[in-house]
Structure formats: C-alpha cells, structure tokens
C-alpha cells in the first residue's frame, strides 16, 4: 500500500459532503425516530447538585500518594493531578452507584462439555438447560453461554447430564451424541468483592486489583439475569449479554434500515471500577438487525437496495435464525412454538455430499426457484431405501402442504452443505432481535444516524425509565443476585474550558459554540498550484445529467480564489458516463487517460455511482495513478438553485488541504509545542470488518506535524498481510518514517513526541505497554543514534464508549441541551490509580454529544519540567488535546476528539476501502442470471 499524503481520508466529519449516495435508493424512504415527542430539559436539572465529597477527598489523597512513587517500568502512568483550569460546572454521569451484599461472595465455575457440540449453537441450547436445574435456580446461577457460570452460592455438584430434546413433544431424530451432553463443573475462582472495594477506597489504590477483571466479568453477567427471565420479549446482544433490547414494543424501539435490516433501540449496561465505587454504565444504544418478519419481505428489502446479486444475498442471509411455518409446534424453553433453524444458504449447485454417486439435489443455479430445485425423495415403500425418484421443491410442498402457489424467490437450505434441507421462503419467518455483524451500506449508515439522533433529555429520560426498569433497577430485581443500585445517576465535577482563538490570514477568529464561519476571511496559507487541473462529472450511464453546470463550477473556481489559492483557471468540464455492466474497466480508463494527460488535479463530481464504485476510483486514483483528487456529490454540488457558497467554501478547506495550504492555525500555540520542536503523532490500527475476504489485510496508519502550525499532517498507511501478527513492527516502521519526515522539514529530530494511539480497548493496554510502545521507542533509536532520545507521552484515545453526561443546570446547556463544548471530566468516574480524563470538544449540531476518552500510558512529556515549566500536567494536557480539536482543516467547527487521532482513524478507513477495492477486482463480477431474485 502506497503512502497517503496529505491529511487522511476525505470522509470529513459525517457531513457527507465527499461521499456519493447509495446506488439504487427506490422503496422505503429514511426512517422517521417515532415514538413520544421530545422531552422537556428540565427532566435532567437538579436544585443544589453535589458531587460526592468523599470520594472528591478520596482523589486528593490519591494524587499525594502517588507523588511519593516512582515511575515502573512497563507500569501505567499514575495520575499525577487533577485539572483546575475552566468554568466549574456539575454534570450527571450515566452511571449509578452500585452495593453489593457484603455477607455474600461470588463463585465462578469452569464449565467442560462432553462431547464438543458439533454446531456451536448448541452451546445456547445446552446453557438453557443448565439453568433449569434446581441447584442453579437457587445458586442464583448466570452463564455467559459459553464456558462460565457464576452464582452467589456454591453449588454441590461436579457434573450432570443435559438432554436438550427433552422437552420436545416430537423429538428431533437426532442420535444420543447430537442431544445429551455431559457438562462437567470446576471452580475456578471465589470472588470476594468487600476485599476489592477496600483496595478502591484506598488513596495507595493500584491498577489493576487482584481479581478486578473476573468481578467485572461476573457483575456484568448477574446483570443480564433479570433480563433474561423476559426472554420472551427482550432480547440480549453482545459477549456477556451487554446489551438488551425489547423487541415486544416495535413502533418506538425499531426503524427499518432497508437493504433487508432494520435498526433497534435498546440499552447497554457495564459495571465499571471508579475511585472508592463500583458504577454501572447505562446508556440508549442501537444495533443493525435482520428486518424480522416473512422471510420474502427481507428478501424484497435487498433487492430494492442492492439488486439481483445473488452471491451477496447468499452470504448475507447465512446463519439467520427462522421459524418454519408449515410444521407442527413443539415444546421450545417451556413454551410451544413452530420449530426453528438457522439458514445455511440460498440452494446451491454444490450442495450434497461429493462422496455420494447418487441421490444429491438437483440446484440449476445459485438461488434458484421452487420450481428449479430437486431433492431426491426416497419411496418409503422400499426397504433399502434406494429406490424413490427426483421431485422439485414446488411439487412437493404443493402434494404435502397443498401449498401451490410458492412465490418464485430462491429456495432456502436450511440444513447444511452436506445434507441440505430445502424450504420456500413461503415457510419461512424471521425471528426478531437478531444483530447483524456485516459491514453497512452508506445509506444504512445514514438511516441509522437518523433514528438513533435523540437529545440529551430524551436519552436521560428513557435512561431513568426504560433503562433501569429493564436491567431490574426498579423495583430491586437485582437483589437476588448481590447487588442493589442507586436510584440516580452520579454527579460529577466538571469544567468548561475555553476555545483557543484561531489565526487566518493576518486576522484572528474567536469561535463560538465550537464553531465559525469562514466569511470575509483568507486561508492562513493558501495552496498555490501550477498544474493541469479539470472538472469531471462521473456518471451512472442511466442517471439524468444537470442541465446547465458551468455557473456552479464558476462560483467553485471563484470561491477557491476568494479564500487564498492561487490555480490556473481549470481545463474545459467534461462529462463521463459509466455503464453498469464495466464500471471498473471505464473508471480505470478515466483515471489513466487523465493521468497521461498531464492531469495533476481533479475535481469528480459523482452522479449515481455506489460506495464500490466509489472506492474503486479513490484507490486508481490515489495510489494506484497518483492522480491528486477531490470528490463532490452531483446533488450537493449542484442540487440547490443557485451556487451553495458555504458548500463551495467547506469544499475549498479540503481543495486548499490537498494542494498543501494551511487553511486556519492557533494564534497561542500551547507552550509544549512553541518552540517547533514537538512532533504531535495520531496512530491507528484496524483489522478486517465481518464478512471482509480473506486477503483483507490488518493496517497500520500514521499521521503527524512538521510544524509548530498543525496545518498539515501528512500520513502513511502499511498492511500486515497476517492480519494481527507483527502489528507493534508496522508501527515500528510507521514511526521511522514520521521521524525521516521531520528531519527533511526541520532539519533537525524532534525534542518531544506526543503520541495519540486510537482505537484501543481496556484489554489491551498490557499490549499497547508492552508490544506497541517498545516497537516505537527501537524506531527512535535507530533514528536518533548517538543524539540525545527525545521524551515520549503515549495517550490512548477512545471514542466507542457509553459514557454520556448530562447537564445539571439551564445556563450549562448549548443550544440542543448537551454540555457546552469544551466540558472536560477528570473525577468521580475516572480511577486515580490511572490519568485519564473524558473531553467533549464538539458543539453537535443535533443528538447527544459523546465525550472522547484520554488515557495516558506512559509520559516524560507533560510531567517534565524541563518541557512543560508550568508545573500542572494535567492541565498542559488537557488545553493541548482541546486546542488541537480546533485544527482539523477541513471543517469550521472542533471535533469530537483530537485531529491527529482523527486522522489517522480516516486514513486507515480509507485504506482499508483501497483494500476491498482491491479485493473486489480480484473476484470475478456476479454472473447475470436469467431468474430475478424477486417479481
């Protein structure tokens, strides 16, 4: 993969101003967030909010004591302070205070089943069982489903055997091997929890505690089990059932997302350790699911999406759990029900066993019709069972179930490879509640946003009612189980700090709100180009072209001058038309013929062209032709009736980016980067999405400064073709090159090197300490030789949490009710054995706002008095991460969490849609079948 230059990704930030829509958008419109109207702010307010002394005194202590220790090798870094700069302000937390029963303890059993079930599903089926014994019914038994049970007692039992057909009317013809099962127990662990409560009210508090992890992991399960007693109507998602949805209650907890999915509202819980507490995290959350339902409707759903692709389809539908409609009802968990099966696949042409010279199914194509499957049917009448004759999927559900209309859709095997059982999807209804784990559509992205879009008071409302009733907070369900929880969130300290004011050219601009505009004013450094540049339209061969561009693309060209770039004026607009049936050979055909033409830059605004369109011409164009590009959608471009200038300016920023101008920097530089001798880094690393091929590559993606300015952050992106393995070498690598970088710029290595690492979880800050952080110190000392190393702060940056805060007061609100931006959380629901702290940058223009989480791993940086003289780390830090959220150049707004994070975020996104690019030519494209997927 070829270095990507020049500040990441061109996503922006959620705007979608560089993205094309969705191929075929026929159907269903964007869903609408149904449901009560709005609540009114005042729910969240409180008269005299206080944050909890104690564990404020707790803290203050804690920071005293950790100023007697010293740094540990391989240790993580201890707070050194709390911050003290900005606006005090009281928030509540979305957590709630939890007490366990001291007179009990918890008991964590290893469970080994014999034999290993041969479908891992069963595992469910088996655990259910488990749970109906009546030691565990009193034991207050938990499973995770998989190999643990915690209880509150211990349990006198070594092992049981577990018959998971018997309480079926009909049993399932399974062998003995297939449905009894001896499940063997082994205690692995006492958990006593007082003991690790004591150690969090002490100020000399490590991290982490003895047994901590195995305390969260039982907490965590307990608080699935009242869920779980309403099997029937909430549905559990996620390792340790974190998430839980009502699936009795559709018009205001789900939203069709099209393309087959809808989306569902729900909560998630997690118990988290904070200074002298043990909190549960309770927040809304919402995940993709399989549109439940008759069967041909999800199948309809795709089709009106993303076409006749049966290979998709295929893979899509695989493992969906269905009821099957047209066999008896048995007994399934105590109630009677149609019988279910997972969906192995669309009828395929290999189907059956290749062993078998006779007898396997007859499959015309992939997905083929009822009328074009056949199995063979044996006549009972003969006793060798050989004799019988071939007979389609139509003929026989027409004479066995007088069904002789089937709809003309692809058959369903809902057996296996080996020995497949076909069904129409006529039979076929898909159960509710089930996540869908594939990578999203755009537009599905979009709807998503689109009804998971609430404010502040609407979250804390369905928090304090929804939320906690379904977790058993009301009403104390969880009591049985050890715990009892507050009945109100936490409050918690916090504080305002201000926005840095920024510096165009030869003027200065204060934002507020997090926000500014850019009229009347320069780009701090416009990009000045010489070379051969165009307009392009790419089209669907079928979509209907505007009628009179040239006024738009004037006003463009205008608009780029008016803001500082100094271009030639752009070649004669062109349009070009991509047939459906050779999109890849006609965007590599542009894209080479632009190149040959002496094309250094183009703007491609893009009608009709879907996302793998879309990243096919990114990964030609960037890496593969080194054509310097810019992508604009038709109906953004020139949707309105006259030019959009705030449209055209926004575009401009990533124009001017591009080219290599600056478009706004700081005017007060924070002190550790002043003297230009502090090369602030973002790093990132993801792994292959669900469903990605096999090819698809682990990447590493890097980003940095050359300047005290942060206006540029040219990057690099390397893949691990072994996906995981070797990963802290990439970023070895990685680190080199940013290091040779600054050198040629400065002529001289950086003093100090602040690193933002994201996309980390908390089970693996041992890897990040002890993998990752050596890899990039052997990289600075490759590059540093004989010369003194420079000091080092690693900082991870999280942003998918569940911590949300809500304001206590009117004048703490912006205008859609969140915190005002800038509101930064360091006590209550931090640990003081770890520095971290949760920053809100970002002004949202709609929705709730979601803090980013900073956690220091190791650092000489900000508590170095030589590089940081005055004397507060965690102020110097907390300014510094919240003044670089207002350089991200490509919008006029502060963003969520820190540029260099962010961008490097963007460009591993960006490689990563090279990667699949890549991989998608590398297949042959989806045949054309004559049989239609639906009519």
Request: include cysteine.
């Amino acid at each position: 993969m070829s270095a990507h230059r020049g500040g990441g990704s061109e996503r922006g930030r959620g705007y979608g101003d560089d993205r094309p829509h969705q191929g075929s958008q026929r159907g269903r419109g964007p869903p609408q967030s149904r449901g009560p109207p709005s609540t009114d702010a005042s729910v969240m307010f409180m008269e005299r909010p206080q944050a909890p002394a104690n564990v404020i005194n707790l803290e203050d202590q804690a920071v005293k004591h950790n100023a007697t220790l010293k740094t540990q090798p391989n240790a993580i870094e201890r707070r050194p302070d709390y911050g003290t700069v900005g606006q005090p302000i009281h928030l509540r937390a979305n957590f709630f205070n939890m007490e366990l029963n001291k007179s009990i303890k918890f008991y964590c059993y290893r469970v080994d089943i014999e034999p290993t079930p041969k479908i891992p599903r069963l595992m469910k089926d088996i655990h259910l069982e488990l749970l109906k014994e009546d030691r565990m019914v009193k034991s207050h038994a938990m499973t995770d489903f998989m190999h643990e049970i915690f209880t509150v007692k211990e349990i006198d039992m070594t092992h049981v055997m577990v018959d998971i057909d018997k309480d079926k009317k009909k049993k399932s013809g399974r062998s003995n091997a297939d449905h009894v099962f001896k499940c063997a127990f082994k205690l692995v662990a006492v958990i006593d929890h007082t003991k690790i409560l004591a150690s969090l009210r002490q100020p000399s508090s490590k991290y982490p505690i003895e047994q901590e992890n195995i305390l969260i992991r039982a907490l965590n399960i307990m608080m699935s089990a009242y869920p779980f007693t309403d099997r029937e109507n909430v549905k559990t998602i996620g390792k340790g059932a974190t998430k839980f949805f009502r699936i009795d209650d559709r018009r205001n907890n789900f939203a069709p997302l099209t393309g087959g999915l809808e989306c569902g509202r729900g909560f998630f819980s997690s118990v988290r350790l904070a200074a002298g507490n043990i909190l549960l995290n309770l927040n809304v959350c919402h995940n993709s699911m399989f549109l439940s339902g008759a069967f041909k409707a999800c199948t309809d759903d795709f089709v009106r999406v993303f076409g006749e692709d049966r290979p998709g389809f295929n893979k899509f539908v695989r493992g969906v759990r269905v009821e099957l409609t047209h066999l008896p009802k048995e007994m399934i968990d105590g109630k009677m029900r149609y019988p279910q099966k997972h969906v192995w696949g669309l009828a395929n042409p290999t189907d059956g066993d290749p062993q078998k010279k006779e007898g396997n199914p007859r499959v015309k194509r992939l997905g083929s019709s009822p009328e074009n499957v056949q199995f063979f049917e044996v006549d009972r009448s003969d006793a060798s069972g050989k004799k019988g004759k071939y007979v389609s999927v139509a003929e026989y559900f027409g004479r066995k179930y007088n069904m002789r209309r089937l709809a003309t859709v692809p058959v369903l095997n809902v057996g296996s490879n080996l020995k497949p059982q076909y069904v129409p999807q006529d039979v076929a209804v898909i159960l509710p509640g089930q996540p869908y784990g594939g990578e999203l559509a755009t537009s599905q992205r979009q709807q998503i946003i689109r009804f998971s879009c609430r404010r502040p008071p609407d979250n804390f409302k369905s928090i304090m009612e929804d939320g906690r009733k379904i977790v058993g907070i009301i009403n104390d369900q969880t009591i049985p189980y050890g715990m009892r929880m507050a009945k109100d969130m936490v409050v918690v300290p916090g504080r305002i700090l201000q926005a840095p004011t920024l510096l165009y050219k030869g003027k200065t601009m204060q934002p507020r709100d997090g926000s500014w505009n850019l009229r009347g004013e320069k780009f701090n450094r416009g990009a000045t180009f010489n070379g051969r540049w165009g307009y392009f339209t790419l089209h669907d061969e079928n979509a209907r072209l505007f009628p009179n561009v040239q006024p738009y693309l004037d006003a463009f060209t205008n608009k780029l001058k008016e803001l500082g770039l100094q271009m030639p004026r752009p070649d004669q607009y062109r349009t070009i038309p991509i047939r459906r049936g050779y999109w890849r050979l006609d965007i590599e055909s542009f894209v080479q013929n632009a190149q040959k033409n002496g094309y250094k830059f183009a703007v491609l605004i893009l009608n009709g062209l879907d996302d793998k369109a879309f990243n096919f011409l990114k990964w030609k164009a960037d890496s593969g032709y080194g054509l310097l590009n810019h992508c604009c959608r038709s109906d953004k471009f020139h949707g309105k009736p006259q030019p959009d200038h705030q449209y055209m300016a926004n575009n401009a920023m990533k124009v001017n980016l591009k080219l290599g101008g600056t478009c706004q920097t700081l005017q007060n530089v924070p002190k550790v980067l002043a003297n230009g001798k502090t090369m602030v880094v973002g790093l990132d690393v993801t792994h292959p999405p669900p469903g990605a091929a096999a090819s698809h590559p682990s990447l590493g993606a890097i980003v940095a400064n050359t300047n005290k300015d942060l206006g540029q952050w040219p990057g690099a992106v390397e893949a691990n073709p072994s996906r995981v393995e070797n990963m802290a070498k990439l970023l070895h690598s990685l680190m080199g090159g940013r290091l040779q970088r600054w050198r040629k710029e400065n002529n001289a290595l950086p003093e100090n090197i602040i690193i933002f690492r994201d996309g980390v979880s908390e089970g693996q800050y041992d890897h990040i300490l002890n993998q990752e952080l050596p890899e990039i110190r052997n990289a600075i000392r490759e590059n540093y030789g004989d010369q003194q190393l420079p000091r080092i702060s690693l900082i991870l940056v999280t942003k998918r949490h569940h911590v949300r805060f809500y304001p206590t007061r009117q004048s703490d609100c912006d205008r859609t009710n969140n915190p005002k931006n800038g509101a930064i959380v360091d006590r209550v629901v931090t640990r003081p054995a770890l520095w971290d702290f949760y920053l809100q940058a970002q002004a949202p223009l709609q929705g709730s706002a979601r803090p980013a989480h900073y956690i220091v791993m190791w650092d000489n940086v900000f508590t170095n008095k030589l590089a940081n003289t005055t004397g507060r780390p965690s102020d110097t830090l907390q300014e510094l991460t919240h003044h670089i959220c207002y350089v991200m150049g490509r919008c006029t707004r502060s963003i969520s969490y820190c540029t260099p994070a962010f961008l490097a975020d963007r460009l591993c996104d960006r490689a990563g849609k090279f990667a699949s690019a890549f991989n998608l030519q590398e297949r042959e494209d989806p045949p054309w079948y004559s049989e239609r997927i639906t009519r």
